[in-house]
């Protein structure tokens, strides 16, 4: 039987976010397991590891806001703008003052064009860039938008710079410590990172890894589990009668009416059973209707009865 549901895990330095996903693939049996936003194996914090159906949803949970909390060494650029990187430039930093820094943390606030670093996930013609970077090959990336929500100056003690920033989604930290370097003029890399929240999950409730294999030795793992609508609780939501729970079976558009904003193009609604069951991720079309985007199982297809087409993936 498929364990549908999401870990809030405490990344530890020196691994990947691939080897955390590996150990709870490997400790719960369960073969779907998939993490919502790739920490650098250096860094710590939240992570976000999804089993089973919940990995459906690893979308939606990609663009979540994040907190971060990390140290920007001055003076010193690296070309992956950390410090795992080769050191490619280095400058005496000692006149850089924390006046300076408050104004350049000032400028970053908002909506800012970020280029990714080369040594990032990213695809480029079907390769990682990470992969082109370790062959020596540098291309162009195209800037991208993200929205920096809050950066505030945490400590000041020269060279070392420690912010705190709310950002949305696909913000690189190491980018913009380069960037603030380069507003200096001194050049700076991220010397160290810890991710202290991915909405809506906090470190503070984060499970090490040794406290959840732990957990899954003794059985009772389940109890740390987060159900998969726990992390859409934002969106609206609607109860379907028999009609319309039929037809969302069968991924046919359904007629919901919200008040408020709900109806806009593009907004999604969570979509439950009459029986209470988390049911669908619906979408609103541009005709009107609501799409069945996302469909999933439900206990009486659990139970060995015939599912519905669209609850087999």
Known sequence: MSVDGILNVLKPAGKTSFDVVSLV??????????????????????LVVCLGQAVRIVEY?????????????LGVTTDTYDAAGKVVASCDPSAVTEGQVRRVL????????????????????GKRLY????????????PRRVEILRLELLAWRPPLVTIEVDCSGGTYVRSLAQDIGTALGCGAHLRDLVRLKCEPFHIDDALSLEVL???????DWRGHLH??????????AAILDQESDALVRKGADVDLHFAGDAGLVGSHCRAYSADGHFLAVLA???????????????????????PPPCCSG
Do not use: N
């Open 25 to 46: 693939r490997r400790w719960s049996g369960e073969r779907r397991v998939g993490h919502a936003g790739t920490l650098d194996p250096d860094a710590t914090g939240v």
């Open 61 to 73: 949970l990609m663009g979540a806001g994040k907190t971060y909390q990390a140290d920007i060494e």
């Open 106 to 125: 000032d400028a970053f606030h908002g909506t800012i064009r970020q280029v990714p670093p080369m040594h990032s996930a990213i695809h480029h013609k």
């Open 131 to 142: 992969e082109l970077a370790r062959k020596g090959v540098e291309v162009e990336r195209e």
């Open 213 to 219: 294999e732990e957990a899954f030795r003794c059985g």
């Open 227 to 236: 159900s998969m609508d726990e992390v859409l609780l934002e969106w609206p």
């Open 284 to 306: 609103k079309t541009h005709t009107g209707p609501w799409h069945p985007e996302k469909v999933f199982r439900t206990p009486c297809c659990e139970a060995g009865q015939e």
